[in-house]
Structure formats: C-alpha cells, structure tokens
DNA sequence: CCAATAGTGTCTATCAGACATTATCTA
DNA sequence: TAGATAATGTCTGATAGACACTATTGG
C-alpha cells in the first residue's frame, strides 16, 4: 500500500475515509414553547454560527457513537439525557466545505431545569425557540437536521407519551398535552389524552397538587417503561 | 500537523477516522417464505463466511452513503430496490477485528423475480430463509443486524402494506397477508387486512384473475402512494 | 356432489373525537 | 359571587377482531 499524495492512508484498513460526526438535535420545555440547544461554533468552519450540539467521533476516546453524543451533551450541557433516540444518518460530499463527511443524528428530550445553571453561565450555548430557531442561519444541513427532529418527535407524541422527558420530575397533565400540541402541531382533545394515559396506567400519581389560578393540579411522575410504550392507535394526524 | 507512526492523518480534516461501511438487508418473498439476501465474504476479515451485502464507501465514487448501498446491491444482485430504508447505525471498536468501524445499516424489500436470474447464476449470493440465517454463524454483527432489520419490518406491516414491494408485480391478496404474517409473525384477520386496504384505495385491481386449486384470486398491483401511507391505527400486535 | 380457495356480512369491542358538565381553588 | 383552571360524563363514529357465510373454480 503506498502513500499518496492527497490522500493518506490508514494502517489499519488502508482506506480513505470520511470525517465522522455526531449531531443531537436536544429539545426541552420552558415557558410554555419548545426550545432546542444550540452551539455557537467557536472554530472553522462555519465558525461563529450557530448550529446543533455536537462533534468528531474520537476513535481514542469514544466507545461507540453514541458515546460521542453522550460526551458532547455534557460538554455543552453537563447533564445526560436519559435517553437518545438515532435519527439519520446524513453522509455526502456536500454538507462540509471540508469534503464528504458523515454525521450520525440524535434527537432527544431534557428537562429544562435540569441543565439551566450550567447553561445560563455560557454564552456559547442557548435554547432557541424551535420556530426562531428555524429562521436562523445555522451551521452546515443542521437546519435540515432539525426538521427530521421534529418530525420524529411528532410521530412519537402521536403513539407515546416520552415527551414527558422534557418537563420537570413532576408535572401536570396539562404541561404534558401542551407539550403534545406543540410536538404535533394542533389542538388535542383533553379527554382522549387523558383517558389514554390513565388506561395504559404511564404515570405515577405523586399526591401532590400544584395551583396556579384554579382548581389545584394533580401532579404526577413518568414510569420509566412509560418511555417505550407505544399506543397501537395514534392521536389524529394533521 | 504533525503524523503520526501509528495513525496517518488526512490532509482534508487531520482526524483518525474509523472505517465506514454499509450494511442491507434485503428481505423478498419466496415460495411462502420471508428470505434474505447472503453473501459469501471473498476478502479477509471473516473471509469465507456468510453475511450481508455490502461494503466501504467509496468516497470517490459514492456521492453519498445511500449510493454506496445501492452499488453495492446492484453488484450482488443486479437490480436496485424501489427504495431503500435506513435503519440503525452501529459503530464501535469491537465489531471489526481491523479496529473502529461504523456501518450504516439500511432495509429494503424486493420481488424475488427481478433478481433471481442473477443470483441464481453466481455461488456467491443467495437467497436464505430467515429461520435459517438467524441460525447461521454470520460475519460481524450481522446478526444483530438482521434482527434490527426484522423487527424495522415488522413495525411496518403492522401499519402499512409497503411489504407489497417483496411480491411480484401482480400479487394477490392472500400473498400480500401471508407475507404479512411472515413479517408480523402471527395469523391476522382476513377480513381486517383487506378492509383497511380497500377503504385506503392503496391496491390496483388489475382485472386479472389466477387461479390455484380454487376459486380464483383477483390480481393487484401497487400503487406509488402506498409506500408512504400510513394507517392510523396499528393491527393487533404480538 | 366435495374440496379448496376467494371473498363478503355482520356483530362486538375498543378507543378517539367532540363537547358539556361538575369540581376546586383565589379574589 | 365570578373567574380560572382541573377533572369527569357521555354520546358518536371509526375501525379492528371474530367468525360465519356465500361464491367460484376443478375434479
């Protein structure tokens, strides 16, 4: 196998191979809107953008790929997510001014509180409002990215109640259907969420109650096997 | 940027990349059987042994990482798939002996027809029932791989007929819900199954008739739209 | 006629949509 | 008391499950 010029070869398998990425498209809830974290990029390219948390596979460091998506969260946001759900994998010679790169996508949900501290002392790394954040110029095909979020996320609101993940421990079940509707992007009948929740048994009832201008809410908790039960018949699609 | 003894580094992006792979499982219908598609690997490592088609992409040629899937099932088989969907991607040090490797894993259905001239030609391909290849001792994590596969399928059939594309052009409807309770893997309703496919217009009648042992069975075809259609409401799952 | 396979009628159960009603808090 | 928000009652409609029945072919 010989060196050449514009291409160097690894020991390992003597290939050329693409940069490899991650990118996690992380959404929470706070004051009644859908944020996402976004980066500002501190090095070229795209340097001084915007874009989604993420990063460079480090083969030295990273167990697997979703390690790496693990490490950049925390890095941005010193918290783990309890779970991360893979999107797309996007790979081609067009998205980096670099050359053919690969990013591996990950979408997931976070408590808002949970990564607010550490959040608000950087100034490099912000929850955007998903709509501003759509408007923005963002970092090589994250905007694109973020549209594959969403849309996940919305198929996931129609069949489960995951979406849970981005509230606080305890919640309300109108926080949780707001949530819902902004996922899927209309109005939901209160009673249909209601019943489907009650009936498949998801949350734990706390006891406690929150008030807020009326009659005391009822808070509750997520089960942790509330995180894959699937409804085998989906709120209404837009 | 200095090399390294043991990691050359690229002049594009100075990183050390893992090697980048493409994995599918390509699923027909065949003598009342869900079979997929094998290949005898002819190069070191797990030379000899079975596995999936696939293989590096090529950055070259590959214009991104869906293209290398489709090349490499027209080498094997001839034919591309009317579509190709994307599953998981696995990447880690441990399930390649030559070190870091990620492989991006896609799934497609396909008439057994189109591409069984040339397989049958080469000793190299073949079509596998799928019992059989899960018992099989398989190259990497090809295993694992098929079983994200199946179970991708069988998601599917239980709210969409997409599985239609592993029937021959005309199929009839009693093929169409054997596949389905291949993919599903237990006995659905007859009267259910062909409801919900007429109230949705998702089949052509051709007009045509065959006939085997019994009264004879419409022929159907496809429409484009029914790829992406989606019900609403899920059949009975396992 | 029977055997075999295709196709339909129809009842029930489940569950989402719609929307009205009641409950519980503060001011 | 009014206003606000939470929680429930209840009717309708859509659709899957279950299974019996009819239809159309060959022998």
């Not at 019943?195 to 005391?216: C, M, N, W």
Request: a positive charge.
């Amino acid at each position: 196998m010989t060196r050449q010029a514009k291409s160097s070869r690894r020991p390992g398998h003597g290939i050329e191979t693409p940069l490899l990425t991650v990118d996690s498209v992380l959404f929470t809830y706070h004051e009644r809107a859908l944020k996402l974290l976004l980066v500002r990029r501190s090095s070229e390219p795209e340097k001084g953008k915007w874009g989604l948390p993420g990063g460079i596979v480090d083969i030295d460091i990273d167990d697997d790929v979703e390690a790496t998506a693990r490490r950049k969260l925390v890095e941005k946001t010193s918290v783990e997510p309890p779970y991360l759900d893979q999107l797309e994998t996007i790979g081609n010679r067009e998205r980096d001014p670099r050359g053919w790169s690969v990013t591996v996508c990950y979408t997931a949900l976070i408590a808002h509180q949970a990564c607010a501290q550490h959040v608000s002392t950087v100034s490099d790394v912000r929850w955007v409002e998903l709509d501003a954040a759509l408007k923005m110029k963002l970092a090589f095909d994250h905007h694109k990215i973020i549209g594959i979020a969403r849309e996940r996320q919305r198929q996931r609101a129609l069949y489960s109640i995951s979406s849970g993940y981005a509230l606080a421990e305890e919640f309300t079940l109108a926080e949780l259907q707001h949530l819902h509707e902004l996922l899927i992007g209309k109005p939901i009948q209160k009673r249909s969420f209601r019943r489907r929740i009650e009936q498949a048994k998801l949350l734990i009832d706390t006891g406690r109650k929150r008030q807020e201008g009326g009659r005391p809410a009822a808070l509750y908790r997520m089960k942790p096997e509330s995180i894959t039960y699937r409804f085998v018949r989906n709120l209404e699609a837009s």
